[in-house]
């Protein structure tokens, strides 16, 4: 599969066949409150190195942390978004572990009662529905960011930013039921999707608020026993997640084919070369040293607060996915698309709630909003259209007063200059001015010269009658009511 490594040299399909791929992924989600997690530092990316510390996050002596009321309220929110039980009681515990961007040593986590366990969501993979369970969902403290390049001394020196040392973190675990690396991008998708609906983290994959592990093992189809699984870190975009769990899957199959075992190991992705390299050997638990973290009262989530936080929880995608197939007769296709993004599936709805019909804005947003937002890389919060203004433009091509095909050039007009749909139409001569007389007369010269066309639709080919329509519209250069056309085009060919 890649030449920068011998023990992954091309299988062949049948071997790669006799083999069941199995994925669980952990993720971590910086959450997103104003402060750290245990001081009151900012809890913002892209300050200056080092502008965000305090004796707490810093690890100094004599210091204790405080837990940050709206870390819990966010975390827990995720953790019912996902379907979790959230526990009433949970406790922090100190996860110990010497390196660089660790200042106090152990990092404080939860370890033996995470804040929720055992939830699942649902995935969508090939047109067929599955469920994917999550083991826990924890708390814990960032780590401060190592920094190796981009210094005049990086040859020779590391830098450490410690802004990102107590960021707030959710970890999420899932259970291993993913076989394919397509169904872990799918369950990624879909968890970042509820974690940005729900306004838990920015999700933001390049700036590492969002990180993913996967641990990867293989096993012959049938088998009962999961096979020795191996971590793989450093998938920090979507793409990379799926090429790093494709090339581990061939250099596992190839080491135990070749009738070598597999060692449960940390492995990185390495993305110029392609593939993964050894990191260290996996460490297991008790070399983390785990105990309570005696500097924090154990974390006590009462029912009201619980019941609070619900109460608060959005639309989530797939419930207003469901929704809108039902109340708008929208497609599966179409209702994806339209909730790809909270704000994008608000859009609709507030244009709808205007009146226009929802089937025709939907068809609009997703062929000519989506094509002038990705022609001029304006994000679609950005979206000069205001609700209104798309509202009335829909009207108008619905009530026949423009044609489909000008209406294109209406919306172009009215994304570039912000400009009424009514306005473009009446500046620039755009309404169906042709009049019926106009119309039949195009009509009748056109099944004149196509008697065998006319021949075949008389003969049964309902097929043909899209002919003329298109004929006579090219005739009246588009302006003409495609209703009217097709009502004189019925009445002079019957
Ligand atoms: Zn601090």
Redesign the pocket.
């Known amino acids: 599969m890649t030449k920068s490594s011998s023990e992954a040299a091309a299988i062949v399909p049948e071997v790669l066949a006799k083999y069941e791929t199995v994925i669980g992924l952990e993720v971590h989600a910086q959450l997103l409150t104003n402060?750290?997690i245990?001081?009151?530092?900012a809890n913002r990316f892209g300050d200056a190195p080092n502008t965000?510390?305090?004796?707490?996050?810093?690890g100094l002596p004599g210091t204790l942390p405080i837990l940050n009321k709206r870390a819990v309220e966010l975390a827990m929110r995720a953790s019912l978004a996902l379907n979790c039980t959230v526990h009433e009681h949970s406790r922090f515990a100190r996860k110990n572990y010497f390196y660089p961007d660790l200042p106090k040593g152990y990092q404080i986590s939860q370890y033996e009662l995470p804040l929720a366990t055992n939830g699942w969501i649902e995935i969508d993979h090939e047109g067929a529905k599955k469920r994917i369970g999550i083991t826990r969902l924890h708390l814990e403290e960032d780590a401060a960011k190592n920094l190796h390049e981009g210094f005049s001394e990086s040859a020779t020196k590391a830098y450490i930013d410690y802004n990102r040392?107590?960021t707030p973190l959710s970890e999420i675990v899932s259970e291993p039921d993913m076989r394919e690396p397509e169904e872990a991008f799918a369950y990624l998708t879909t968890l970042r999707q509820i974690m940005l609906y729900t306004g838990i983290s920015d999700c933001n994959m390049e700036e590492g608020s969002l990180r993913c592990d996967a641990n990867v093992s293989v096993r012959l189809r049938g088998a009962k026993e999961f096979g020795t699984k191996v971590e793989v870190k450093n998938l920090n975009s979507f793409r990379f997640l799926q090429k790093a769990i494709e090339y581990e899957v061939e250099r596992q199959i190839g080491v135990l084919e070749s009738g070598g075992r597999i060692s449960q190991e940390t492995r990185l992705w390495n993305q110029d070369e392609s593939c993964t390299v050894s990191m260290r050997s996996k460490e297991k638990a008790h070399d983390y040293r785990y105990f309570p973290e005696p500097d924090l009262l154990p974390v006590h989530v009462s029912d009201a607060w619980r019941e609070e936080v619900l109460r608060t929880l959005p639309e989530l995608p797939e419930a207003k996915r469901a929704r809108f197939m039902r109340a708008y007769g929208l497609t599966p296709y179409d209702a994806e698309l339209l909730t790809a993004s909270r704000a994008f599936g608000d859009y609709f709805e507030e244009v709808v709630q205007l009146g226009a019909p929802g089937k025709a804005v939907a068809n609009w947003m997703q062929t000519e909003l989506i094509r002038c937002l990705n022609d001029s890389k304006t994000p679609f919060i950005e979206n000069p259209i205001s609700s209104s203004a798309f509202a009335d433009f829909v009207k108008l091509v619905e009530s026949g007063k423009i044609t489909a095909a000008v209406g294109k050039k209406v919306f172009a007009k009215m994304f570039e200059t912000s400009r009424s749909a009514a306005d473009i139409v009446a500046a620039e001569g755009l309404g169906s001015q042709v009049d019926e007389s106009a119309i039949e007369q195009a009509a009748r010269e056109i099944i004149e010269k196509n008697s065998d066309n006319v021949a075949k639709f008389k003969s049964g080919n309902e097929g043909v009658f899209k002919f003329f329509v298109g004929q006579v519209m090219r005739a009246t250069r588009g302006q003409a009511n495609p209703q009217a056309v097709n009502d004189i085009l019925r009445k002079l060919l019957s």
């Open positions: 402060t750290k245990f001081c009151s530092c965000n510390v305090c004796p707490v996050c810093l040392c107590g």
